[in-house]
């Protein structure tokens, strides 16, 4: 599919490789664009801040990445959970890993606390995106 700007959008095939690959509109929703992967959240309202670090490559599970990915998302997700409690994000954040409709895997740093915080529109998530923007700012991989 091409958009009004003759960009190709949404394959809907694989969400995160569309997002790797620049496929889909997303606008602010990127928190960091690294070299082999994203960092962004996942959008539904009444849902409790989750964040996701996903390969641009897909990959179906931790040992189909190569040494430097894994190397890039273990940071990032060091960095992510502690800047989601830096933040007041998520009070307890643990790290999950999860696959999208399609085997994609994805890295999730949430709130132990389940329902303790839900957002209850998109502001509230375009919030802490600007927030993680923020502090991803101090971060290069
Ligand atoms: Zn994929």
Not at 92 to 99: E, G, L
């Amino acid at each position: 599919m091409v958009d009004f700007t003759n960009r190709t959008i949404g394959t809907f095939g694989c969400v995160e490789c569309d997002l790797g690959k620049y496929r889909i509109i997303s606008p602010g929703r990127l928190i960091y664009d690294g070299t082999d992967f994203t960092v962004h959240p996942r959008l539904d309202k009444h849902s409790t801040p989750e964040i996701i670090v996903s390969t641009k490559r897909h990959t179906a599970s931790l040992d189909d990445l190569t040494a430097q990915e894994a190397a890039h998302v273990a940071d990032a997700m060091a960095f992510l959970c502690k800047a989601m409690k830096d933040l007041g994000i998520a009070k307890n954040p643990v790290t999950q890993i999860k696959t999208n409709k399609v085997g994609h895997m994805q890295l999730v740093c949430k709130s132990s606390d389940d329902g303790q915080r839900q957002y209850e529109n998109t502001q509230q998530v375009m919030e802490d995106v600007v927030k993680l923007r923020g502090a991803f700012k101090t971060f290069s991989v």
